[in-house]
């Protein structure tokens, strides 16, 4: 008889553009954060070192938290504001529209529009801020402690029974 297991295909680790850092909750990247407590306000750069890690992708951090602080400034950022950053900072529009721009709307920091221009048929890229990442990290743990909190109720029931 033919071994039943499914074939999976080859694979190297997650695909980067589908990675989120998540270091170990009592290390030296948490605890330089100001660790877990709630009370200490972690800023952009705190947040997108979980999405462009430091130690793996220094520059696309940099790039990356200095886009997003310049996103959050206005409501809408077009074609103009993204050429005015670029100018700015002298980055590369290839890095930040093809790697940098996809990551953050893929994981929920920005949202992604298009704008149909003035004239011709050219559809330009508006973005704007997104809580998507926080929604999404948000369920995920709300149901790991309906998960744990369940699974403490049902063994104290159990040991009351005994």
Known sequence: MSNLLPK??????????????????????????????KNIIWGVEDVTGFIFPKIY?????????????????????????????LKNNNYSRSTLENEIIPK?????????????????KNRYLVLSDSLTFSNYLERIASAWSMVVLTARQKRKVKQNKI
């Open 8 to 37: 999976y295909p080859s694979s190297k680790g997650i695909k980067s553009k589908e990675s989120l850092y998540v270091p170990r909750h009592d290390g030296k990247f948490i605890s330089d954060k100001g660790g877990l407590d």
């Open 57 to 85: 992708q220094p520059k696309y951090n940099e790039i990356a938290a200095k886009f997003i602080n310049f996103v959050l400034e206005y409501e809408k950022t077009g074609k103009e504001e993204i050429s005015l950053f």
């Open 104 to 120: 953050m709307v893929s994981f929920g920091l920005l949202k992604r529009e298009r704008e149909q221009a003035k004239s011709g």
